[in-house]
């Protein structure tokens, strides 16, 4: 499977679970929220996804060899339900939930060889990816 197919199915995936039981934002790249370096000093926003009320980014350290995820609202204000989950595919999810005035995370996975999912939520929308970053 080429990796443009890969994308799209992953794409397709989230798609599918978040509908399962959350609103699901159409991503618009005029609307991202900017990766701020929640994750720490040598964290590169690698990929993200945008939803109604901000961005979920995943970032990642070479130095480290870690991904990681943060929810980032497009402005900071009054506290709201917000998440930011990653998993190496296929296993358990690392999560930071609650309420949160400007981001949730950051979660981090260290997945030599291996690919990450990550997810995000602010306020009852979400958006993210699977099977993606596979170093």
Same mark, same amino acid.
């Given at each position: 499977?080429?990796?443009?197919?890969?994308?799209?199915?992953?794409?397709?995936?989230?798609?599918? @679970?978040?509908?399962?039981?959350?609103? &699901?934002? !159409?991503?618009?790249?005029?609307? %991202? =929220?900017?990766?701020?370096? /929640?994750?720490?000093?040598?964290?590169?926003?690698?990929?993200?996804?945008?939803?109604?009320?901000?961005?979920?980014?995943?970032?990642?350290?070479? @130095?480290?060899?870690?991904?990681?995820? &943060?929810? !980032?609202?497009?402005?900071?204000? %009054? =506290?709201?339900?917000?998440? /930011?989950?990653?998993?190496?595919?296929?296993?358990?999810?690392?999560?930071?939930?609650?309420?949160?005035?400007?981001?949730?995370?950051?979660?981090?996975?260290?997945?030599?060889?291996?690919? &990450?999912?990550?997810?995000?939520?602010?306020?009852?929308?979400?958006?993210?990816?699977?099977?993606?970053?596979?170093?």
């Amino acid at each position: 499977m080429n990796k443009r197919i890969k994308q799209i199915t992953a794409r397709v995936g989230v798609i599918a @679970a978040l509908t399962a039981g959350a609103a &699901v934002a !159409v991503p618009t790249a005029a609307n %991202a =929220a900017s990766y701020d370096g /929640a994750c720490g000093s040598g964290y590169v926003g690698i990929r993200h996804m945008d939803m109604t009320g901000g961005t979920v980014w995943l970032a990642y350290s070479s @130095a480290t060899g870690e991904n990681c995820v &943060v929810t !980032v609202r497009n402005s900071p204000g %009054a =506290a709201e339900p917000m998440t /930011a989950s990653i998993r190496i595919s296929g296993g358990s999810w690392l999560e930071d939930s609650g309420n949160f005035t400007t981001y949730a995370g950051p979660k981090y996975v260290y997945a030599p060889g291996q690919c &990450v999912d990550y997810t995000g939520s602010i306020n009852g929308y979400s958006n993210g990816e699977f099977g993606v970053a596979c170093r």
